[in-house]
């Protein structure tokens, strides 16, 4: 007998590790399967229907056949005008959040009310803008309207993702160009923003891939169920995906069974392809970075 | 108020919060010497110093008395620009923090913070040589300025950090332990340079290491709770203090 042979502690103590070692592992499991599910039951049911050509044209029959080219255009649109809407408020907020704000009782209250901001549901988002975007501003049921509603429910994201990316350059950085007589805007134009591009790249990558899948804030304030023409500007209302899979799956009867899952294939190929070139994006900008 | 002196500082008294860190200091920097400012941690050495370019203001809660004079006008007046403050009283400090951006860039960062005209690729790629040469770091760099300065070893990083104040001329040079990051090697470069750099301009440096401030150091402060001790010619304070504090410290008896 040696000093280092297993004793019965030591069988039960590993035993123990070996059972929560595999409750972790199946949890994990059980975290990948539905996304699985989701992606092979829509491969399997609605994969034969997406073709190019039913990516560019138009539905027909009542919505019941043909293809999803103006909810295809009108998300893109939508995503856009959104973007072009929230990156320069959410990126500026976000600027004078993290570089220029002291911590008082106001940055408190404001950070505060972003948190909340991220938290209200999608569908008081969608009221907040028919009562602030179509009927205040007179924007109409429009692009312009929808955007703007999405932009302000992708603020949080866009704000929070960009402080947090011009957080992570290092201190000293600002300290060494402070030191040397820099302003604050030359600082941040010249150091931190170069430095942080790659967050915040990634926080509005993931807020497109949020963004082109909501329904809710869409519906009352600009995308319709059916129009045969494309937007002509920002005013137009507009097609889009994600309500139109919501149309197809619940008031269109007759519809082919393929044809909402071929939609929906469509979408989340959207939302995975952001993502994904978000991931590598930022894989790719952290291999830059010597620091 | 003479000008053989640099940084004249009158009644110094400064807090942070209601803790005093500096008492009654009167203290006159010598023009193109070198000063090493010796004393055990927390003896205020480093407050002095962040006091003379204003960086401690940047701290909550902080409180200055007195008067600190720089080329002859008081820093602390109303009227002083602090980015020109900061343009001519450089700053080196104890880690190297060269910016993320290239030899070159980093070089010419202050240069374009402070010229209001552009200067041409020729007189950039001048500035950028007279600078890389007077801190003796011109040879081993001049074939990849376009580096990030951030892969340069921390010696190198610490005479870029020296390099980059040259191109605005300031005149007084601060260090806060310029070497403490350094390997003895690294150290004994970086010392060769002050010296190499100590006629041109006046060098106030904050040491732990009192063998630095006898090698590198033409007068000695000795600072003990916020006050100064000694203030001598650095050979004589350490050969024959006159104080017993000054005497049991360079003997290693506190630190």
């Known amino acids: 007998m040696h000093h280092f042979a297993t004793t019965g502690i030591n069988q039960r103590n590993s035993r123990t590790q070996e059972l929560f070692r595999l409750l972790f592992?199946?949890?994990?499991?059980?975290?990948?399967?539905?996304?699985?599910?989701?992606?092979?039951?829509?491969?399997?049911?609605?994969?034969?229907?997406?073709?190019?050509?039913?990516?560019?044209?138009?539905?027909?029959?009542?919505?019941?056949?043909?293809?999803?080219?103006?909810?295809?255009?009108?998300?893109?649109?939508?995503?856009?005008?959104?973007?072009?809407?929230?990156?320069?408020?959410?990126?500026?907020?976000?600027?004078?959040?993290?570089?220029?704000?002291?911590?008082?009782?106001?940055?408190?209250?404001?950070?505060?009310?972003?948190?909340?901001?991220?938290?209200?549901?999608?569908?008081?988002?969608?009221?907040?803008?028919?009562?602030?975007?179509?009927?205040?501003?007179?924007?109409?049921?429009?692009?312009?309207?929808?955007?703007?509603?999405?932009?302000?429910?992708?603020?949080?994201?866009?704000?929070?993702?960009?402080?947090?990316?011009?957080?992570?350059?290092?201190?000293?950085?600002?300290?060494?160009?402070?030191?040397?007589?820099?302003t604050r805007w030359q600082t941040i134009r010249r150091i931190v923003l170069p430095n942080a591009i790659s967050g915040i790249l990634t926080g509005v990558i993931l807020e497109v891939s949020r963004t082109a899948g909501e329904t809710a804030p869409i519906m009352f304030t600009g995308a319709v169920f059916f129009t045969p023409f494309l937007p002509q500007s920002v005013f137009d209302q507009t097609m889009a995906l994600s309500l139109h899979l919501f149309v197809l799956s619940t008031q269109v009867p007759g519809v082919s069974e393929a044809l909402p899952y071929g939609v929906a294939l469509v979408l989340i190929s959207i939302v995975l392809l952001m993502n994904s070139a978000s991931i590598g994006f930022r894989m790719y900008l952290r291999g830059q970075k010597k620091w | 108020m003479s000008s053989d002196f640099a940084i004249a500082a009158t009644n110094v008294n400064f807090w942070y919060g209601s803790f005093q860190a500096l008492f009654d200091v009167n203290l006159k920097i010598r023009r193109g010497k070198v000063t090493s400012m010796i004393g055990p941690s927390g003896c205020g050495k480093s407050t002095f110093l962040r006091s003379v370019n204003r960086i401690n203001e940047r701290i909550d809660n902080i409180r200055i008395q007195g008067s600190i004079h720089v080329l002859d006008k008081n820093i602390l007046d109303p009227d002083v620009e602090l980015v020109q403050v900061r343009k001519h009283i450089g700053m080196v400090f104890q880690r190297p923090n060269p910016l993320p951006i290239s030899i070159r860039e980093n070089i010419l960062f202050g240069y374009k913070i402070h010229m209001s005209t552009r200067a041409s690729k020729r007189q950039q790629d001048d500035i950028v040589e007279q600078a890389l040469q007077q801190v003796l770091l011109w040879d081993q760099v001049k074939d990849r300025l376009h580096h990030k300065a951030t892969g340069l070893s921390l010696e190198e990083q610490q005479k870029l950090c020296i390099a980059r104040l040259l191109p605005i001329k300031p005149s007084v040079l601060l260090m806060d332990e310029p070497c403490s990051a350094l390997d003895p090697k690294g150290t004994e470069a970086v010392e060769e340079l002050i010296w190499e750099l100590h006629n041109t301009f006046t060098i106030l440096i904050v040491t732990h290491n009192m063998a630095q401030a006898r090698r590198a150091s033409e007068e000695c402060i000795f600072m003990l709770m916020g006050k100064v001790m000694e203030h001598t010619p650095t050979q004589e304070m350490f050969v024959t203090p006159k104080k017993q504090e000054t005497a049991d410290y360079i003997e290693g008896k506190y630190g």
């Not at chain 1, 989701?38 to 029959?61: C, E, H, Q, R």
């Not at chain 1, 429009?142 to 990316?165: D, F, G, H, Q």
Request: a neutral charge.
């Open chain 1, 25 to 182: 592992m199946m949890m994990t499991v059980l975290l990948v399967l539905p996304v699985l599910i989701i992606m092979v039951t829509l491969i399997y049911k609605g994969g034969a229907i997406v073709t190019l050509d039913f990516l560019l044209s138009n539905p027909l029959d009542g919505m019941t056949a043909g293809g999803i080219f103006p909810a295809l255009f009108g998300t893109i649109g939508l995503v856009t005008v959104a973007l072009l809407v929230s990156v320069p408020i959410g990126v500026a907020a976000a600027i004078y959040l993290s570089e220029y704000a002291s911590d008082t009782w106001l940055t408190r209250l404001i950070n505060l009310a972003i948190i909340n901001l991220a938290g209200v549901p999608s569908i008081v988002h969608a009221l907040f803008g028919v009562g602030a975007f179509v009927i205040f501003f007179r924007f109409g049921t429009s692009i312009l309207a929808a955007s703007c509603t999405l932009a302000v429910m992708t603020l949080p994201v866009v704000i929070v993702a960009t402080r947090e990316s011009l957080q992570s350059v290092p201190m000293a950085f600002r300290e060494a160009c402070w030191n040397m007589g820099a």
